[in-house]
T-cell receptor
Framework: NAGVTQTPKFRVLKTGQSMTLLCAQDMNHEYMYWYRQDPGMGLRLIHY???????AKGEVPDGYNVSRLKKQNFLLGLESAAPSQTSVYFCASSYSGLHTQYFGPGTRLTVL | GQQLNQSPQSMFIQEGEDVSMNCTSS?????WLWYKQDPGEGPVLLIALYKAGELTSNGRLTAQFGITRKDSFLNISASIPSDVGIYFC?????????????WGAGTKLIIKP
């Protein structure tokens, strides 16, 4: 049981490049989340999904897109990376909105 | 937007000391959660609080849900080296008909050698 896994662990992009972060969970959770973590700030919700085929905007969605084509996967896309998107990105999943969120190990993204 | 004020930002303590940190908000929350993040890892849930006034323990950790539902504290007794990390509070709210978490900025715990 791997829990929540994230790919890649580290990435460096140039401004304007695009990339996709992959999150996978093997706990059959309905809910999945993408957060970003910046120094001195709490986690901020980017987008989330309450089930396969659904997505919704969180607190800071601009510049990001997501897709949940399969229940176990939640993809976060950056179409045109900007330096302001330099951050550590965490994926989480939960059985429902009321249940504990389990986090992946994070992806450290640097945009030059 | 909603904000949680978590304090202190960081703590330097000696091994064996007790630790106390808290979160306050101007908003009312249904649930308070305390997470710990080790370096290079994602946050892990320590304690969940569901009712105003609730006091819950998990080993050397004790947390309370404030009576007003606008605050919570976390105490760690007799700290040990593995307690080092960043502790986050999170409050659960309903937004757009879904439950979401609002996070504090974290308290970094450092144990002095």
């Amino acid at each position: 049981n791997a829990g929540v896994t994230q790919t890649p662990k580290f990435r460096v992009l140039k401004t304007g490049q695009s990339m996709t972060l992959l999150c996978a969970q093997d706990m059959n959770h309905e809910y999945m989340y993408w957060y970003r973590q910046d120094p001195g700030m709490g986690l901020r919700l980017i987008h989330y999904s309450v089930g396969e085929g659904t997505t919704a905007k969180g607190e800071v969605p601009d510049g990001y897109n997501v897709s949940r084509l399969k229940k176990q996967n939640f993809l976060l896309g950056l179409e045109s990376a900007a330096p302001s998107q330099t951050s550590v990105y965490f994926c989480a999943s939960s059985y429902s909105g009321l249940h504990t969120q389990y986090f992946g190990p994070g992806t450290r993204l640097t945009v030059l | 937007g909603q904000q949680l004020n978590q304090s202190p930002q960081s703590m330097f303590i000696q091994e064996g000391e007790d630790v106390s940190m808290n979160c306050t908000s101007s908003s009312i929350f249904n649930t308070w959660l305390w997470y710990k993040q080790d370096p290079g890892e994602g946050p892990v849930l320590l304690i969940a609080l569901y009712k105003a006034g609730e006091l819950t323990s998990n080993g050397r950790l004790t947390a309370q849900f404030g009576i007003t539902r606008k605050d919570s504290f976390l105490n760690i007794s007799a700290s040990i080296p593995s307690d080092v990390g960043i502790y986050f509070c999170a409050g659960q709210i309903v937004m757009d008909s879904n439950y979401q978490l609002i996070w504090g900025a974290g308290t970094k715990l450092i144990i002095k050698p």
